[in-house]
Nanobody, 125 residues
Framework: VQLQASGGGLVQAGGSLRLSCAVS????????TGWFRRAPGKEREFVAF????????YYADSVKGRFTISRDNAKNTVYPQMNSLKPEDPAVYYC???????????????????WGQGTQVTVSS
């Protein structure tokens, strides 16, 4: 299973970006998917989660109301839509899939066994 994150870039504070996570090598539609981010000097932190059906979504408090996650299983792709970006949002954003179905805490890095390479998001003030 390979995950490819894309869509990062430079945006002004208050602007929007739409990231993508495309999966190849296996059927994506049955994988719960999470997004995490790592800012310089900080630990990787949970951002958002979407169940494999797409009926359950969860967000970190820091992004709730600004970010929306969706998926298109026919395209094997997950899309985090990031609106109202703030100066504290810049980081490398990673998508991750729970391919083994281990379950558990959705905000726990260890739940996810397949990770993309990350895409950089930069916010200018």
């Amino acid at each position: 299973v390979q995950l490819q994150a894309s869509g990062g870039g430079l945006v002004q504070a208050g602007g929007s970006l739409r990231l993508s996570c495309a999966v190849s090598g296996h059927t994506f539609s049955k994988y719960d998917t999470g997004w995490f981010r790592r800012a310089p000097g900080k630990e990787r932190e949970f951002v958002a989660f979407i169940s494999w059906i797409g009926d359950n979504t969860y967000y970190a408090d820091s992004v709730k109301g600004r970010f929306t996650i969706s998926r298109d299983n026919a395209k094997n792709t997950v899309y985090p839509q990031m609106n109202s970006l703030k100066p504290e949002d810049p980081a490398v954003y990673y998508c991750a899939a729970d391919t083994s179905g281990v379950g558990g805490r959705i905000d726990y890095v260890g739940r996810y066994d397949s990770w993309g390479q990350g895409t950089q998001v930069t916010v200018s003030s």
